[in-house]
């Protein structure tokens, strides 16, 4: 399947499943402050288990293109934690998952599972908003010798601080779905108004600054 009917086949998916909800006139507020008409909600699509198999399969068939086979696959904690077993078990390959912090008890581990320093290892994450929980896991792998070959994920906002925090730590990340294509599929299925593709396109460009209109539909 090509890059792009991947990606509107994961958008209808996500439209579908109602793991994404949009309400340009009554926002939804972030944990950074942000307002954002626009809510997602990746794990619901676990609930589908036809859904979750083509995405588990979208993926592991992104990480055989392009990197060949890795040694191991992680999750972010905790959102990026299911999806990263049902890929490691398409692929046959052992899992462990990165924690921001060290837990507080026991032997204080900042990752869960056996993660032999020097292993290769693709990161997968629900989706990426600003980059800063996924790269404090991947920073956290990185600081226990692993090779992190990207932080891959389902669904990606594309906003610039993310595109500029990923280049500055020197990761790369892929993901099967943009905002872009999801606002494309959402036009084309009947989702959207052309006033709320406005607002929503206006939000994807300045969202720290961005204010809901209360007559958009």
Known sequence: MEMKETALAVAKILLETKAVKFSPSQPFRWASGWLSPIYCDNRITLSYPKYRT???????DRITASFG?????????TAGIPQGVLV??????????????????????????????????????DLISTGQSSLQAAETLRSEGLDVLCVMSVFTYG????????????????????????????????????DALTSLEAWRTHPESWTADPTTP
């Open 54 to 60: 083509f995405i588990r399969q979208q993926l592991a």
């Open 69 to 77: 086979r890795c040694d191991l696959i992680t999750g972010v904690a």
């Open 88 to 125: 490691a078990e398409q692929l046959g390959l052992p899992f462990a998952y990165g924690r921001a912090t060290a837990k507080e008890h026991g032997t204080r581990s900042l990752v869960e599972g056996r993660a032999e320093p020097g292993s290769r290892t693709v990161l997968i994450e």
């Open 159 to 194: 906003f610039p601080i993310a595109d500029q925090r990923f280049e500055e730590a020197g990761f790369r990340s892929i993901s099967l779905c943009s905002y872009s294509d999801l606002l494309e599929a959402a036009v084309e299925q009947g989702y959207l108004s052309s």
